[in-house]
């Protein structure tokens, strides 16, 4: 289990130990779950063999990994098992933490950083339906960039929604930074343009576009998004530089479902993945960037402001093995 030794080195020489942990107490409700039924399952079983490998695929598939992806890793688990010659089931969750990030990073980089521009406004627009965490998850993104240094404007383009203008506000003011809005109702290209035009004459530098989200098979949301996204183009050429969809990983595999929907329908860039603490199914994760090959940006952990973390699929991978790792540093 020489990997989770590796994993955990790699934080503490980069004094990132404590992201670590962010996402190991994120991912708590998961790992009891998923590791739970794996270290029952490694216990019943003394070798590796087909039965083995139908009830992990069970275990797999119930933590929301997603069938594609599930049937995938285990093709890879069967042939890497017979490579290595492995015939303690023990030694098997160390092979699923590598596969695991293998799958995630595919042949690129697991996480691209945002697209943030070096010179000029960086344009983020976000997209999502209702009640995912989308205006929390804006301003959690918000306070983020404020602490880099960076200067922040919000756009208040979801128009359509009682209640939501002012809950941006909230955000505002609580991070401080300025909101850009109309009245209810108002256009949402028009806030847009007005957002666009505040961002420009007071050279910030990120301008996080809030938008309607309304349910996601609605054809006027994506003609509305559409709209949004051509007056940004036009009066900035190559923006949005970032398209982020906010999904709640509690909705497991409607959440994939909406990733699908609104990939159709826009260009989405990134996966802002809500509430990841939240909820025992934390596969979800690989889903998304497997069959869809959109990549997860960011995860929420927590409710706390700093609790909206970058992804990453090693420091995923430790939390979510972490109990494996004590284990074997006790024995």
């Not at 955000?171 to 007005?194: C, L, N, T, Y």
Request: negative net charge; contains cysteine.
């Amino acid at each position: 289990m020489g990997f989770f030794k590796k994993l955990k080195e790699k934080f503490t020489n980069q004094g990132e130990e404590s992201i670590g942990e962010k996402f190991k107490q994120g991912l708590t409700k998961t790992r009891d779950s998923f590791t739970g039924r794996m270290n029952d399952l490694v216990a019943r079983y003394r070798k590796v063999d087909e039965e083995f490998f139908e009830e992990l695929e069970e275990i797999l598939i119930q933590a929301d990994v997603g069938f594609e992806t599930v049937m995938e890793l285990i093709d890879e688990l069967k042939q890497e098992v017979k490579r290595r010659n492995i015939s303690d089931t023990k030694e098997v969750q160390a092979v699923i933490s590598e596969k695991l990030v293998d799958i995630y990073k595919g042949d690129g980089e697991a996480s691209p950083a945002l697209n943030i521009q070096a010179d000029g406004l960086t344009v983020i627009l976000f997209v999502g339906v209702n009640g995912v965490g989308k205006t929390t998850t804006i301003g959690k993104l918000a306070h983020k960039f404020k602490e880099e240094g960076k200067s922040v404007v919000l756009a208040a383009g979801d128009t359509f929604r009682a209640g939501a203008i002012e809950q941006l506000e909230v955000w505002g003011e609580r991070v401080g930074v300025d909101v850009i809005k109309q009245a209810e109702g108002s256009d949402p290209a028009a806030v847009m343009f007005d957002a666009l035009q505040a961002a420009k004459a007071r050279k910030s530098d990120i301008l996080i576009c809030d938008t309607a989200g309304r349910l996601q098979n609605k054809v006027n949301l994506m003609k509305e998004l559409e709209k949004v996204k051509r007056v940004i183009e036009r009066e900035i050429p190559g923006a949005p530089h970032e398209v982020l969809l906010a999904l709640d990983a509690t909705t497991g595999q409607n959440a994939l479902i909406q990733a699908k929907t609104f990939k159709e329908a826009t260009n989405v860039t990134g996966i802002v993945l809500t509430k990841l603490d939240g909820t025992a199914k934390g596969g979800i994760v690989l889903a998304i960037k497997n069959e869809l090959d959109i990549p997860v940006k960011f995860v929420g952990l927590g409710e706390k402001m700093d609790d909206l973390q970058e992804f990453d699929a090693e420091k995923y991978v430790y939390g979510l093995f972490a109990d494996s790792l004590e284990t074997e540093e006790t024995e």
